[in-house]
């Protein structure tokens, strides 16, 4: 157990480099979050409130979906090209009042703000309610990381700004000097190297991903939505002045939303036809996790898919949180010095995870789909169709039984703006009996556990049943069944950086 701990410690501290962002864009949120939020501060969460018994809460993973983003792909035909927008493609938006007049609404769901907000909320559960953390920033507490993205890692800044900009003091937190933006925290957010990330970006380089949605796309329920849809993908396509197909069809109906979401007019052609596309989309989401799709040559969809995608964050979770319990539960190791804990031949990982109380992870909508697959809901997004929505986020924490030594998990959910939490933990497969032990949270969790780890799973092909065996030479098991892998170009349904 000591080895495992160890190399996830060194995992964790591998996690490359560390962004302590510019100052200007500390200067701009701290003062959206001044203007919109300071002085009318959001609403407590509804739902739920700290037990009533006082357990105890230990430990915290979120994980959001960064803010609102400009658009990744425009179609030729549209009047909207990317010089409509300053910083390009992709990018996080803000979006000042005078902008909008006074529909302060629109400029609330612009990304910076968005996140800043939800830092706010956070700071609201863990800080101000619960009392897990500080009230100032400690770097033993809180470890931010983020996916290698632009708009991830200024999410996380904005983040970081709303959890700790109210408890910032000047001179100890953040320097005395006139250049710097009063009460600009700069948190550290840490990435993984881009074509290495196998969490924040679900099918990164991962070869048996690739085989899988490659099968995905040869069972009947995409075929027949393919069929089904060649007309209509047709006419999009010629009026878009570009090939529209189920693996971009994303694209063109995101950039009609977010072009009307930020007051822009697309082409009225595009408007009329996007709510029968967002109906063969939703199709292609759930297939994209797994639902909706029987197995198919010999490969369980609802597993395969949700381990592919999901099952290394999960484990990541699950693991970080063993690792706590097992530092909690040395309790001869607690509040020591770095001497004592050497002395005491503590593994390695106590060393971090005894003052560790906070894990975030900034990401994208198909990263919370992934790992909400691994969880067995009947939706991409929980309980309804589409994907996770800009600065949605999901919270597991793990809390310790009061007086014991047992540990239980709840799953929480804020979607957006919105101030209520959402507790998802019954509706969890295996969790359905009230509070989920951690050891039961853990069983449930083995069928999508990457065996016997990421890169070597990657590397494995994918082995399906063929309908029709083929010659003996492709390789013949007793009683006549042969097997063979997969291979291919990967079908990129939908971008794992949206």
């Not at 939020?37 to 609403?43: H, I």
């Not at 430990?59 to 927008?85: A, K, S």
């Not at 197995?295 to 706590?324: C, H, N, S, Y």
Request: negative net charge; proline residues 6%.
């Amino acid at each position: 157990m000591h080895g495992a701990l160890s190399k996830l410690n060194a995992i964790a501290l591998f996690s490359t480099q560390t962004f302590l962002f510019i100052v200007i864009l500390g200067a701009i949120l701290i003062q959206s979050a001044k203007g919109q939020w300071t002085q009318s501060p959001p609403s407590s969460p509804t739902a739920p409130s700290p037990p009533a018994n006082k357990d105890e809460l230990v430990f915290v993973h979120t994980v959001w979906r960064h803010g609102d983003r400009t658009p990744v792909f425009i179609f030729p035909n549209d009047p909207n090209q990317e010089e409509v927008w300053s910083q390009g493609f992709g990018e996080l938006t803000t979006v000042s009042a005078s902008e909008f007049g006074s529909d302060m609404t629109l400029t609330l769901k612009r990304g910076m703000a968005q996140q800043v907000k939800l830092g706010h909320f956070l700071r609201k559960r863990y800080i101000e309610q619960l009392g897990l953390l500080s009230s100032q920033y400690n770097s033993k507490e809180v470890y931010v990381i983020s996916t290698d993205v632009n708009r991830t890692i200024q999410s996380a800044t904005a983040n970081m700004i709303g959890m700790y900009s109210a408890g910032a003091r000047w001179g100890t937190d953040y320097p005395d000097v006139p250049e710097w933006p009063s009460a600009f925290v700069p948190v550290p957010v840490h990435t993984y190297e881009f074509k290495k990330d196998p969490v924040g970006l679900t099918r990164s380089f991962c070869q048996r991903t690739n085989e899988l949605f490659d099968l995905v796309a040869q069972s009947p329920e995409y075929q027949q939505l393919n069929e089904s849809s060649l007309t209509i993908m047709e006419k999009v396509s010629e009026y878009a002045g570009a090939e529209i197909t189920l693996s971009n069809l994303w694209t063109f109906i995101e950039a009609v939303n977010i072009e009307r979401t930020h007051g822009l007019k697309p082409p009225e052609w595009a408007v009329q036809i996007v709510s029968q596309l967002i109906a063969i989309n939703t199709k292609l989401i759930d297939f994209n996790s797994g639902l909706g799709l029987k197995p198919f040559l010999g490969i369980d969809f609802a597993v395969e898919v949700p381990k592919m995608l999901g099952g290394t964050f999960l484990w990541q979770i699950i693991e970080r949180m063993d690792q706590k319990i097992e530092c909690l539960k040395n309790k001869a190791y607690q509040n020591q010095s770095p001497k004592g804990i050497l002395a005491n031949k503590l593994p390695s990982a106590c060393r971090w995870m005894n003052s560790l109380k906070y894990y975030a992870h900034s990401a994208h909508d198909m990263t919370l789909a992934a790992l909400f697959s691994t969880f067995q809901f009947d939706h991409a997004d929980f309980d309804r169709n589409g994907l996770p929505d800009y600065a949605a986020c999901a919270l597991i924490e793990l809390w310790r039984v009061s007086q014991r030594d047992e540990f239980y998990v709840k799953v929480l959910y804020r979607r957006d703006d919105e101030d209520e939490l959402i507790d998802m933990t019954t509706r969890i497969r295996g969790c359905e009996h009230g509070a989920c032990s951690f050891d039961t949270f853990r069983q449930r969790s083995m069928p999508f556990k990457p065996e016997p780890d990421t890169e070597t799973l990657c590397r494995t092909p994918l082995v399906y049943r063929p309908i029709v065996s083929p010659p003996s030479s492709a390789g013949s098991l007793p009683g006549g069944t042969a097997w063979t892998s997969i291979g291919g170009r990967f079908r990129a349904h939908l971008t794992e950086i949206e």
